[in-house]
């Protein structure tokens, strides 16, 4: 699904940033990890609710990622 219209972000492109090595912890972080920055803003919540799945299911263990993102991070 299509997230940032401004970029042309899907959920999996944010979810492959947030598996990387930086593990982005705000929006404006992510947009970086994937060479853009924040337009219009209306992604933004949706781009947050992301983040925070991801790191619920990394704190939980629920992942398998290896490296990124985990709960020791932060």
Not at 6 to 17: E, G
Not at 18 to 25: H, S
Request: aromatic share 2%.
């Amino acid at each position: 699904m299509i997230v940032c219209s401004c970029h042309v972000l899907s959920d999996a492109k944010i979810r492959t940033a947030l598996n990387g090595e930086a593990c982005p912890r705000t929006p404006g972080a992510v947009y970086k990890c994937l060479g853009c920055s924040p337009s219009c803003g209306r992604c933004a919540a949706t781009v947050r609710s992301i983040i925070n799945e991801a790191l619920t299911q990394a704190q939980s263990g629920e992942t398998g990622r290896s490296g990124a993102c985990d709960a020791r991070a932060g």
